[in-house]
């Protein structure tokens, strides 16, 4: 879905802007529609309405939800802050109002992705890595496809330091794809500690999308913050080593879990 589009860019194939939006929003959904299909084949009707529960599963842990929405930008700001320059650059003025954010949030939830991305990441890929190679391994695997999913995105080339990411050498999708894929494993941990929830995953994934492209760059306008990701990649593996180290690698799966048939009528923690 994303080829013709790329074809189109370097004068390949002639095709007008409305149909190259339509391949781009064809790719966006190609996440969701494949987890669903995937998840009819491998498990049929059962299959898919315990996958809609997950969807569904927004009852965990107040805790899970302050993570989500203040923990995980709080670590963002941390490593965004600890490089040279950039808490001199703090415009606390710039930051949106809280209508402005939210509107902003539920936008980055539907059309930036993770709505329509994490029911075939997390509701199909997640629990089958995890099964196949242990949740460490699993979510490095995933994190990795992830990245790879957003290739072509990188493949058209901008030196415009407004574009987000940033996507003007390979170093930049080195840097994305390493970020990705630490952000991967924690949501990992979050899903493994929600009873498997694929909302949370869509909540965390939005937190992070939103804080960083509504907030982010708007309060620290420096170039280190504006053309790079390295402080999104930083803030990633920090939270994801430490995680690493203090589940010994577990990410919050049980050791004996089988994610694939375990039910979501279990309390919330």
Request: glycine residues 10%; hydrophobic residues 50%.
């Amino acid at each position: 879905m994303f080829l013709p589009p790329l074809l189109t860019y370097y004068g390949l194939l002639s095709l007008s802007n409305r149909v190259v939006r339509s391949f781009a929003i064809a790719g966006l959904l190609g996440p969701i529609l494949s987890g669903f299909i995937m998840t009819g084949v491998t498990e049929g009707g059962p299959g898919i309405s315990r996958l809609l529960r997950r969807i569904r599963l927004w009852r965990v842990g107040f805790g899970w939800y302050l993570f989500a929405l203040i923990g995980l930008p709080a670590v963002m700001v941390f490593a965004t802050i600890i490089q040279p320059g950039t808490f001199a650059s703090l415009d606390v003025s710039a930051h949106p109002i809280t209508f402005t954010y939210l509107n902003a949030f539920v936008s980055m939830a539907i059309i930036g992705g993770p709505l329509f991305e994490e029911p075939g990441w997390t509701g199909f890929a997640q629990p089958r890595l995890q099964r196949m190679y242990g949740p460490l391994v699993g979510g490095l695997l995933l994190g990795g496809l992830w990245a790879l999913w957003h290739l072509p995105g990188f493949l058209i080339p901008s030196e415009d330091v407004r574009d987000i990411p940033p996507r003007g050498t390979v170093l930049d999708f080195v840097v994305f794809a390493l970020a990705l894929t630490g952000l991967r494993l924690i949501i990992i941990w979050v899903v493994n500690n929600t009873r498997n929830s694929v909302f949370m995953a869509i909540l965390l994934h939005a937190s992070w999308n939103t804080f960083y492209a509504a907030s982010l760059i708007r309060l620290f306008p420096t170039p280190t913050v504006l053309g790079s990701y390295s402080n999104l990649t930083i803030a990633a593996w920090t939270l994801a080593l430490v995680l690493i180290a203090v589940t010994r690698g577990r990410m919050g799966c049980p050791a004996e879990a089988d994610t694939l048939s375990e039910e979501t009528d279990t309390p919330p923690r």
